[in-house]
């Protein structure tokens, strides 16, 4: 432990100008005498740390004393710091930071300051706009990651795609996060068969003592098939649809379609040709553009939007009658 602590405390010293050792000591939790004691081996060993004193005091190491990084480009360096930077926004754990600071110990002053200027021009942020994660939910993360790692058998409740509500026990293989949503991929027992579980959806985890040998799967479905966020997969078929989107709906068509799909016409409205999942989550989305799109085929689909559509008009329509009253 006291041989990764003095690793640590090196790599942010040639990562930073200068730190206390009150800051050193808050961050390893860890008492000042301590930190007093790792810095003065860390000079037996002949890394010239110097001490400052005063009120902006502190530690830092002497100019010019870095580490060779002769098969690291400084490129590469800038792309590990901001790909890092963008595991931290969703996944806040102390192995991230601590890796930061060993790959910026690879920096000399000046370069410090190019990828400073260079993260600040681009950044990864996973989070969505609407984030609302606690520590119940990372909690939730970090037990489904290490049960996946070492292979432990997991048993939760689950809401699936049809609202229905069942207890789980699944043989985890991976983890994956797609359109700022975490998915759990694994055989679960109850289907017998390789399913996806969106994490939002998994109440009462529990991770059991029962190891598990991974089994192989043999339809090759991997969690990055999932399409537009869609949880535990479908058996259902897709739909081949054809779409006609009002000019109000431009952005959101350009966000779910690609170039290829979308046909525009004279009149400003646009034609999309696509195959979605023909099961519940579809009627949803496509009722999200209120007014603004038509489904002119197949009639099958459109005739579940118009029945549904009936059901909300009828819906307000009694909340309209009550008020009158």
């Known amino acids: 432990m006291r041989l990764e602590r003095l690793l640590a405390i090196t790599m942010l010293l040639l990562n930073r100008r200068r730190i206390s050792a009150k800051e050193l000591s808050e961050r390893f939790e860890v008492s000042l005498r ?6 003065d081996t860390l000079n037996q060993a002949g890394i010239p740390v110097i001490s400052y004193a005063g009120a902006a005091g502190g530690y830092e190491l002497m ?7 002769q098969y690291i ?17 969703v996944m806040n754990e102390h192995h991230v930071a601590g890796l930061l600071d060993k790959v910026g110990a690879l920096l000399t002053v000046s370069e410090q300051g190019d990828v400073e200027r260079l993260s600040h021009t681009f950044k990864i942020d996973l989070n ?30 689950y809401t699936d795609n049809q609202s229905q509500i069942s207890e789980r026990y699944v043989e985890l293989h991976s983890i994956v996060l797609k359109g700022y949503v975490w998915y759990a991929y694994g055989y679960c027992r109850l289907r017998q068969d390789f399913r996806t579980f969106r994490l939002s959806r998994i109440r009462d985890l529990r991770v059991t003592d029962e190891p598990f040998e991974p089994r192989e799967d043999k339809t090759q479905r991997q969690p990055e098939q999932l399409r537009l966020g869609r949880p535990e997969r479908s058996r259902q078929p897709l739909a081949e649809l054809k779409l006609r989107f009002a000019p109000a709906a431009r952005a959101r068509v350009l966000d779910f379609y690609s170039g290829d799909q979308i046909l525009t016409e004279a009149d400003g409205f646009l034609s999309v040709t696509a195959c979605l999942p023909d099961d519940p989550w579809l009627i949803g989305f496509l009722l999200s553009f209120g007014a603004n799109v038509e489904v002119l085929s197949p009639a099958r689909v459109a005739e579940r939007i118009r029945t549904e559509a009936a059901k909300i008009a009828a819906l307000y329509s009694k909340l309209g009658s009550s008020d009158k009253e």
């Open 34 to 39: 301590t930190i007093y004691r790792d810095l």
């Open 63 to 69: 100019d010019r004393y870095g580490i060779d990084r």
């Open 73 to 89: 480009s400084l490129d590469e360096l800038q792309s590990i710091i901001i790909a890092l930077n963008g595991v931290q926004s």
């Open 128 to 157: 969505p706009w609407h984030s609302n994660e606690d520590e119940q939910d990372q909690d939730r993360l970090r037990q489904i990651r290490d049960a996946a790692r070492d292979r432990l058998v997991v048993a939760f409740v």
